[in-house]
């Protein structure tokens, strides 16, 4: 498979897997569900970008220009990463013949990002330890995850429905 071809396929991926993860959150949203604004992850990258990286509540520190705009971006950006990570350890091969068991191990692992990295950052502490309901608030991002991975494997089968090695 060529290099284009391949990082077609990745960007194809991740952007889909995030589509699928979006549609999961319209529907939680629907069902009356708190979501990730994704302004917040923009306001966060803003505040790094300025030198500070943690706050004790990211919804409480100053806005930003373009933190919407920016969040969104790197909630996509991130999408493609992951998508790349899937490759990186399933192979190349798994492009060809696309299974659901690497696709969801892998998005549902990367629900680490945001528990040990985000969370604590933004002001909610590990793995959400500092919101008033941490086990619901876990199994939320959890399922989030999972459906993203869920999302890789339908893109990828989408993906090989257009592109040919």
């Known amino acids: ?91 190349t091969q798994w492009l060809l013949n696309p299974t659901l068991l690497p696709a969801l191990l892998v998005g549902t692992l990367t629900v680490i990002v945001p528990f040990f990295v985000m969370q604590p950052a933004m002001g909610a502490g590990i793995a959400a330890l500092r919101t008033p309901f941490p086990w619901k608030n876990r199994l939320r991002s959890l399922l989030n995850h999972a459906i993203f991975g869920l999302g890789l494997y339908l893109s990828a089968m989408l993906a090989g429905c257009f592109l040919t090695a």
Not at 16 to 22: H, K, L, N, P, R
Not at 53 to 70: D, F, L, M, R
């Open 1 to 91: 498979m060529m290099i284009t071809e391949l990082w077609l396929r990745i960007v194809i991926i991740g952007i889909g897997a995030t589509v699928v993860m979006d549609i999961g959150s319209v529907i939680q949203r629907a069902l009356k569900m708190p979501t990730l604004d994704y302004a917040m992850v923009g306001r966060w990258a803003g505040h790094i970008c300025r030198g500070q990286w943690a706050h004790n509540s990211i919804a409480k520190a100053p806005a930003i220009a373009g933190e919407s705009v920016t969040g969104w971006a790197i909630h996509y950006l991130t999408g493609v990463l992951f998508a790349a990570l899937l490759i990186a350890i399933a192979g």
